[in-house]
């Protein structure tokens, strides 16, 4: 399944959470990807986005026009100083849904997988909960950013998702990797004098989900993206189906 989009990136609207925490700063839930890279267009507000990794604490300023980006690896936590609002990009789409990000708890959470999945779980009031899970890995953020120990809580992360990694080769597979072949199938086609699938272009439209979502950062306005079937080449394109969000890990 290709997506429309290009290089198949998942698109979500995102107003970050302005909860007041236990350091006194407003925001959403650190956590970290493994395998997918991330970017924020700041659309509103002022805030910043607070990084740690091998290299060490930063804390990059946003605002209104600013595009940050960052790689696996990077724990990212969201501040916002003031209605923060942000277009988010993710690389592979479908892979963040389907769990490509471990929060920042405590070692004795991260050490427990049921204890792991009861503390990431949005049960009963959603606002609550994800308030809740916040507040516990920005306990463990504050420990990372004192006491060290991130190749320890890397190793926990793979521990944690080590079960979905054929899962999420499928995706990326099926989604970002196709993107790129058709592009080179394009490419060569071109060299040949081969125009035919000039003649198949398309247009989508992605429908904004009505109500908002509690996502890891702030409130999710997720896009149910169509999907394209990949199609034999230089045919003609297959209809667009939805295909809504499965779980929001933005």
Known sequence: ???????????????????EAADGLCGGTPHMHLVCSEAYVVIGGEGSVQTLTGSGF?????????????????????????????????????????????????????????????????????????????????????????????????????RLKRELLDQWVIRWRDGALTAAEETGRQLERLKAGDLSHLDHGAVSRLERLEDPLFGMCGLLHPYAAPTLPARPLGGPPESLHPHPPEEQFR
């Open 1 to 19: 399944m290709v997506t429309p989009l290009p290089g198949g990136v998942g698109i979500s609207g995102l107003t970050v959470y302005d909860w």
């Open 58 to 158: 930063a804390d990059t300023p946003l605002r209104a026009g600013d595009v940050v980006g960052f790689t696996p690896g990077t724990i990212h936590r969201l501040v916002n100083a003031g209605d923060l609002r942000l277009v988010v990009l993710m690389q592979n789409s479908g892979l963040p849904e389907a769990g490509d990000a471990v929060f920042t708890f405590p070692a004795s959470v991260l050490a427990d997988p049921d204890a792991y999945q009861a503390a990431a779980a949005l049960t009963g009031d959603h606002g609550a909960a994800a308030r809740r899970r916040r507040d516990l890995a920005l306990e463990g953020f504050m420990d990372l950013r004192r006491e060290g120990g991130l190749p320890e809580f890397h190793a926990a992360a793979h």
